[in-house]
């Protein structure tokens, strides 16, 4: 079980100065020192072992700004926190913000473990919040996560600002920002280099707003997977504009499994992106299924329609630069590109269409196959 920090709330009986307490007992005991008042928690330490699951969990009464100044580090034994699913875990909390310090998870053991196919532990994400409403979070540094680094799930209303994520381009399923399940997100200004999703989008997102991303390297911005259960909700109403992607091995991705669904995409916006020696810069692939796991023969179900991709410049590192791969069963509606220049090797690259319906405007490099 993860020890519990998240017990500073207000209102809690038969623990009276509990904040005083359990808090700085839980702190001093890994190196942190602590200074309080009524809403504020100032975390400090040029370095401190975080060695066990931490949980904070409310609801509470007041509003909440957890301070980190230095390094919360992650044990070098793997199983110390990867048997449970997060590190740092928000849950049922409101109005809470952490701002500044760095999340040091220590993941190489974990992925080698992964990668040599051993008995592992399930492998926990640094930082998840559940079910949490009025979210801030800033200047966090984010390094070596076991899985995917900041989760926000079934969160409404959250902020999260000059994040810098740090992984190898190798490490398997760290994600920098996943997004699920979540209304009206904000993500600005982050600088994210990692080995899967610099952010992924997962089903029932809606209101997603992004912009100054740099992505590189890593896997892209992605919604999706999509359709790994047949009731699963849409995505929609998702914006990324001004960002950059710097030798990332996708850009703007959309996918889905090749499994029936009736999940939707719709009403997405990339907009004012530089590609640099980018694979695949722009790709819709819908028949997604990695291990030809429960997907080979079948088509995905999931609806794409109102997707605008408008001014898309830079160049490509595949010859393929514009994929669209569609669902024959669900071909994908109102797709347009608009003003997108991109060049492979000093030459003009390529692009790909399967059942797909949309427009072109303006300038089109390469020639477009709507």
Not at 176 to 205: A, F, L, W
Not at 210 to 217: A, F, N, V
Not at 283 to 307: A, E, R
Request: overall charge positive; glycine content about 10%.
């Amino acid at each position: 079980m993860p020890f519990s920090l998240f017990h500073f709330c207000y209102g809690v009986p038969k623990l009276g100065g509990r904040r005083e307490g359990l808090n700085r007992t839980f702190l001093e005991g890994v190196g942190i020192g602590v200074q309080l008042d009524p809403i504020d928690y100032d975390l400090r330490a040029e370095r401190a072992v975080l060695t066990k699951n931490v949980e904070f969990r409310g609801p509470c009464k007041s509003k909440i700004k957890v301070q980190i100044d230095g390094t919360l580090v992650a044990p070098l034994d793997y199983n110390a926190v990867g048997k449970s699913r997060s590190w740092i875990l928000f849950i049922k909390v409101n109005r809470v913000s952490v701002v500044g310090g760095t999340l040091d998870a220590k993941g190489s053991s974990f992925w080698s473990c992964r990668k040599s196919r051993s008995k592992c532990p399930v492998g926990a994400r640094s930082i998840m919040f559940n079910w949490a409403n009025d979210i801030v979070i800033s200047s966090l540094t984010s390094i070596n996560s076991q899985l995917m680094h900041l989760v926000i799930n079934s969160c409404n209303n959250v902020m999260v600002s000059n994040v810098k994520i740090i992984a190898p381009d190798d490490s398997p399923n760290t994600d920098g920002i996943h997004v699920q399940g979540s209304t009206d997100v904000t993500i600005k200004g982050c600088n994210i280099r990692t080995g899967d999703d610099c952010v992924s989008i997962g089903p029932g997102t809606s209101g997603l707003w992004m912009e100054r991303i740099q992505c590189g390297p890593g896997h892209g911005v992605s919604i999706g997977s999509l359709a790994r259960e047949y009731n699963e909700a849409g995505v929609e109403n998702v914006t990324l504009i001004n960002s950059d992607f710097i030798g990332s091995d996708n850009g703007l991705r959309i996918k889905s499994w090749a499994r029936p669904s009736i999940g939707f995409v719709k009403k997405i916006l990339f907009q004012n992106i530089v590609m640099k020696n980018v694979e695949n810069p722009i790709i819709i692939d819908q028949n997604y299924c990695p291990n030809k796991l429960n997907c080979p023969g079948k088509t995905s179900g999931v609806k794409i329609s109102d997707v605008t991709y408008k001014n898309i410049v830079g160049t490509s590192a595949t010859k393929v630069a514009v994929t669209f791969d569609c669902s024959p069963t669900t071909p994908c509606t109102s797709i347009m590109l608009q003003d997108v220049k991109l060049n492979y090797h000093n030459n003009t690259p390529q692009s790909l269409c399967k059942n797909i319906r949309g427009i072109t405007r303006g300038v089109s490099r390469p020639k477009s196959c709507l």
